[in-house]
């Protein structure tokens, strides 16, 4: 059965720059991903791979980790993608997001656009998996409505304290915050944004963690604007070749598995901190 979007969704989603909820998978499996996820950066086996930039599920969570790769290929998310961007799709980033009870993380407001270099905005759309429940208590995301119509914003570099960003890159533009819309949706359910909806979000003031899985979903047609650069096809076809393309994990944290993260981690880092200071990758032992 099909579980494409109606119309109207599409519609808004044009107008507004995003559109949620939708229902992805059951809440109890988003709760047992998100439970794994938390046992798994608290054990000896992250602490195995020397990695103070969590770049081990940042950019590439789906080259690692079977969960991720599994909801990347969930038919449901799939359907709603494609109702947005076509038949063709490709996961170009994919990368967990996650704040911890009473922590002062927090997302400064951005758009995904500003240091991508991705060229064909429409072709892009981010999908924002909720793991757990996203509430205005524990920080959930905001957007603000309409603004991507206006294309590529400034940004300036302002990494702080508690900055999820990685270079802390923030919209050069006064956010009216009484326009703001916040985020909310259930464990199991999805948010979509254009690659120029403007969005941040708060620190997390509940008891429990916010965890969340972000996906970028890309048409084939897009491209980089400068490379190498890689992604992985999830459904239909490429006929364009502006992207390497990434193998499934073999097994989670597998070898073969671990050499394509690191070597695609390693050709988005080069793009996303260009001109910047680069990340290690992880030490992945093997
Ligand atoms: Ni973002």
């Keep these: 059965m099909s579980t494409s979007l109606p119309p109207e969704a599409v519609d808004d989603f044009r107008r507004e720059g995003f559109w949620f909820p939708q229902r992805i998978m059951e809440t109890d499996e988003a709760d047992r991903i998100a439970r794994r996820f938390m046992a798994f950066t608290d054990s000896d086996e992250a602490r195995r791979y020397s990695d103070p930039q969590n770049q081990l599920y940042l950019l590439k969570a789906h080259l690692l980790f079977a969960w991720a790769d599994r909801i990347c290929h969930e038919p449901r998310l799939l359907d709603a993608v494609e109702s ?4 063709d799709i490709m996961v170009w980033s994919s990368g967990v997001f996650w704040k911890a009870p009473h922590s ?9 656009s500003t240091n991508f270099e991705l060229e064909g ?18 920080g959930t995301m905001h957007f603000l409505p309409g603004a991507h119509v206006n294309g590529q914003i400034a940004h300036v570099d302002r990494k702080e304290e508690g900055e999820l960003l990685s270079r802390g890159e923030t919209i050069d533009l006064a956010i009216d915050h009484a326009r703001t819309v916040p985020v909310l949706i259930e464990a199991g359910e999805v948010s979509f944004h254009h690659l120029h909806t403007p969005h941040g979000s708060g620190p997390n003031g509940s008891d429990e963690p916010r965890v969340n899985y972000v996906i970028t979903f890309i048409r084939p047609d897009v491209r980089p604007r400068v490379g190498p650069d890689s ?3 999830v459904r239909g076809h ?4 502006h992207f390497e393309h990434e ?9 073969q598995a671990m050499r394509a993260h690191r ?19 992880p030490n992945h032992p093997v």
């Design 84 to 87: 947005f961007i076509g038949p």
């Design 104 to 112: 002062g993380a927090h997302v400064s407001w951005h758009q995904d």
């Design 121 to 138: 905005a429409d072709g892009v759309i981010r999908a924002w998996v909720a793991l757990t429940p996203a509430t205005l208590a524990n």
């Design 231 to 233: 992604a992985m096809l």
């Design 238 to 241: 490429d006929r364009f070749g």
């Design 247 to 255: 193998p499934r994990p073999d097994a989670e944290f597998g070898p």
């Design 263 to 281: 070597r695609y981690l390693t050709m988005r880092n080069a793009i996303l901190y260009r001109g910047a200071v680069l990340p290690e990758p």
